[in-house]
């Protein structure tokens, strides 16, 4: 076998292993963007636990198709990134909605993983306004807080008034 040939089986069993190993995963065309400002993009995603590789279309079409994810080879054509998260499903989302507001930005997401269900541009947009996963436990522990803290005082109120009679 050709060395070339075994490198590029090699790559793509990393990349299969990283679509299998990342909770959510997306496509996006950075074609126009400097590259001062495609460094920009891939500092704030390494900040938010987000991994951007640019891989060739060709392993990429492979290790998604290996994953188990071949409707997503698709969106594989043309100059094209892959952001790898691990843990949060909602970063990559929100870094990359929130470039496509920024004026004579070329960042197109295209479509997505999270959790093994192939998602849109619309559905990657909701879920780019999602709380991050740390606000969402804050919001339920202090929802449960709250029902608790009402439960103890409607306790205290009928201990109350059983004293009283």
Same mark, same amino acid.
């Given at each position: 076998?050709?060395?070339?040939?075994?490198k590029?089986?090699?790559?793509?069993?990393?990349?299969?292993?990283?679509?299998?190993?990342?909770?959510?995963?997306i496509?996006?065309k950075?074609?126009?963007?400097?590259?001062?400002?495609?460094?920009?993009?891939?500092?704030?995603?390494?900040?938010?636990?987000?991994?951007?590789?640019?891989?060739?279309n060709n392993?990429?079409?492979?290790?998604?198709?290996?994953?188990?994810?071949?409707?997503?080879t698709?969106? %594989?054509? =043309?100059? #094209?990134?892959?952001?790898?998260?691990?843990?949060?499903? @909602? $970063?990559?989302? &929100?870094?990359?909605?929130?470039?496509l507001?920024?004026?004579?930005?070329?960042?197109?997401?295209?479509?997505?993983?999270?959790?093994?269900?192939i998602?849109?541009?619309?559905?990657?947009?909701?879920?780019?306004?999602?709380?991050?996963?740390?606000?969402?436990?804050?919001?339920?522990?202090?929802g %449960?807080? =709250?029902? #608790?803290?009402?439960?103890?005082?409607?306790?205290?109120? @009928? $201990?109350e008034? &059983?004293?009283?009679?």
């Open positions: 076998m050709k060395e070339s040939i075994q590029k089986a090699e790559e793509v069993v990393v990349a299969t292993e990283r679509f299998k190993n990342s909770a959510a995963v496509a996006f950075y074609q126009g963007l400097t590259v001062a400002k495609f460094q920009e993009v891939r500092r704030e995603m390494r900040a938010a636990g987000v991994e951007v590789s640019v891989l060739k392993i990429s079409r492979r290790a998604a198709t290996e994953a188990g994810y071949a409707d997503f698709d969106a %594989l054509s =043309g100059p #094209v990134a892959l952001a790898f998260a691990k843990d949060d499903v @909602v $970063a990559p989302a &929100k870094v990359l909605f929130s470039k507001g920024e004026e004579n930005n070329k960042i197109e997401v295209i479509k997505g993983i999270v959790d093994g269900d998602y849109s541009f619309d559905q990657l947009k909701e879920l780019s306004v999602l709380p991050s996963y740390e606000t969402l436990l804050t919001q339920l522990a202090f %449960l807080l =709250g029902s #608790v803290n009402q439960l103890a005082i409607g306790l205290n109120l @009928v $201990a008034k &059983k004293e009283q009679e």
